[in-house]
Structures are given as C-alpha cells and as structure tokens.
C-alpha cells in the first residue's frame, strides 16, 4: 500500500512544481486582426489560451463565448487564408481588414461581408471585441 501512495504523492508534488514554477505555456495565436479606415488602426491578436491584446497593450481574458467564437472563425477562416483570399477595396469602403492566421492571410473591405458570412462574422467579433477589451 505504501507504493501507490508514494506514487500518488510524486505526481501531486510534480503537478504542483509545474503550476507553482510560474511555467508560461505559450498557447499559439488564433488569429491577427488589423483594421484600418474610419480614422483609426486597431490591431487585436486572438490565441487560443483565450487571451486578446488590443494595439499591443496588456493582455485580458476573454469569455469563453467569444473563445468559442474566435476558435470557430479561425477554422472556417483557413480555406481562404490557405487561397489567400485579397478583395479590393471599393469606393464605400469605410474600414478594410487584414487578418494572418497560421494557414496565411487574408484583406478585405468591410463591404465583402455581404458576400462572404465568415468575413461579416469576423467584423462582428472585431467590434464587439473592440468595445469590450480595447478602451
């Protein structure tokens, strides 16, 4: 009985000394955002530890919603940073996007999103992001 409890009691000290050592697992980026237009540049990076930094600021938490969000557009985002998907900008353009994911990058203007749903769906997050996390 003494073998199991030693084995027990060295896998509590290592799983202590693992999240006591300050150990920094850098979980990969989801995606980079840049926004231009409309006066001003905002910059957002997502990664999938559910963390956003905003214009290069200090890093805050997301809700697990916009996580669950953000994990979903990277996916259904990647067979067009895969074909590097680049929409001109029109006339109307207000804003115009950028956005590099680990498959590559893909610019638009935000008047794509009424032909592309992920493209609409990613100004949507960047928005709401935005207002959250960025002021």
């Not at 409309?38 to 997301?62: A, F, P, Y």
């Amino acid at each position: 009985m003494r073998a199991p409890g030693r084995a027990l009691a060295l896998v509590l000290v290592a799983a202590a000394m693992i999240s006591g050592c300050g150990l920094n697992v850098e979980l990969p980026d989801l995606f980079l955002v840049t926004r231009t237009g409309g006066g001003s540049k905002l910059t957002l990076v997502v990664n999938d530890g559910g963390q956003i930094r905003c214009n290069g600021g200090k890093q805050k938490t997301l809700a697990s919603s916009q996580l669950i969000t953000a994990r979903d557009l990277a996916d259904n985002l990647a067979g067009d940073a895969t074909a590097k998907l680049t929409i001109p900008a029109t006339a109307d353009t207000v804003y115009s996007y950028t956005v590099k994911l680990q498959q590559g990058t893909i610019s638009f203007p935000d008047r794509a999103a009424t032909s592309h749903k992920y493209l609409g769906q990613l100004e949507a997050f960047v928005l709401q992001a935005a207002q959250q996390y960025c002021t």
